[in-house]
C-alpha cells in the first residue's frame, strides 16, 4: 500500500532543496497532488516531525544524484502524483519529477512495502440479480499472456482455468462469499491451481519468445525509473535503492556514465516455483520467477475479499530481490551535522 503522509512529506523535502535552490517548478494540479497536500494540513506536529525524519535524509541523498534536477533555466520542473488509481500509468512510483524539454523522469515509490511493483486481473465472476437474488451469469479468463506479452495464452491454459472456475460457477453470492472465508477451500482449490497454470503457461511463452522476460518486468516495472524509499523505524534509518534498467536515473550531462548504478533486462526465464516463506514453508499464494542477472518476479493470487460481492482474483508482481548490481543505500533519520 501507498505510504500516502510519507509521500506528502516527500513533496514537502523535495520543495525545500528547490526552494533552498531557487530552482523554478511547478506542481501538476490535479486530484493525487491535491489528496496529498490536504493530508499534510490535516495531519498533527508529531505525525509530520517523524516523516519528514523518515523522508528528508533520503530525498536529499537521492536528489544529488540527479545533476539534471538542479538545472534553473529552461523549462520548470514538474511535480507529478500518483494515487491507488495510477491513473499516471507511466509511472509505478507516486511521485514524478520531470522535465520534459530534457527527456528527464524521474520517479519515487514511497509504499509500506518497497518490493511491490504492480498487479493484473486474472480472472472474474460476473454476476446479475435475479429476484433479489445474485448469481453467476459467466466466468471470464483474463489473456495475461496477451496483454502483458503480446501473445495470447494457450488453450491448454484456458482449459485449466475453466475447469476451476466450473466449480463455482453455480454458486450463489452468499455461497460464494462463504467459499471465499474458507482458506483450506479458496487455496485449495482455486488460488493454488490458478498458479499452478500460470507456472505452466508462463515458461511456454519464454521457450518460443525470447523477448518474453523482457516484457514482463517492463508491464510490471512500467516506463520511467524509480528511488524506493522505505522507512526502517525500529533501525531509525531510511533505506532507499533503485533499479535503474532504462538507464533514467543518475544521468549527467554530456556524459554516458550515470551517478546511479545502472541494470540490464533479463533475457532467460532460468526456474519457476512455489516460493518458500522465512521458515521453509511452501506458499499456497506465490510463485517465483528466476531470470538471469539475479533477477526475481514473485506473482501472488489475491482474492477480492468484498463482502458484497467477492468475486475476482488479481496476480500481484513484487521483486523479492534487487538485480545484480542495483543501487541500494540507506540513511540515518538524523543524519551527523
Known sequence: MINTLLVAASLKAVEEVLQDNNIPYEI?????????REMWDKANADEKALKMRQARPAINRI?????????????????????ASRKMKDSFGEMLLERADL??????????????????????????????????????????????????????????????LEQISHEDRQVWTERFKDDDYAYGHLITPMLEAIAREIPRICKDHPEAPRKLLDFFYSKYDYYYINPIDELEITRIGAINVHHGLGRIPGNV???????????QLLDVRFATGPHGEISKDTIQLSFDGGWAVCLTVIRN????????????????????GSYRDQVAWDPAE
Open 28 to 36: 501538476y494540479d490535479d486530484e493525487a497532488s491535491i489528496m496529498y
Open 305 to 324: 475479499q468484498n463482502e458484497q460481492y467477492g468475486r475476482f482474483f488479481a496476480v500481484k508482481a513484487y521483486l523479492p530481490v534487487t538485480p545484480f
Open 103 to 164: 527527456d528527464w523522469h524521474i520517479a519515487f515509490s514511497v509504499k509500506n512495502d518497497a518490493r511491490i511493483i504492480a498487479s493484473t486481473a486474472v480472472a472474474d465472476r460476473h454476476t446479475a440479480e435475479y429476484e433479489e437474488h445474485t448469481v453467476n451469469v459467466y466466468n471470464v479468463i483474463d489473456d495475461f499472456g496477451d496483454r502483458i506479452f503480446g501473445v495470447p495464452c494457450s488453450n491448454d491454459y484456458f482449459q485449466d482455468m475453466n475447469a476451476i
Open 257 to 267: 556514465h550515470h551517478y546511479t548504478a545502472t541494470v540490464d533486462f533479463p533475457t
Open 63 to 83: 536528489l544529488h544524484k540527479e545533476p539534471y534536477f538542479f538545472k534553473k533555466d529552461g523549462q520548470p520542473l514538474v511535480l507529478k502524483f500518483n494515487d
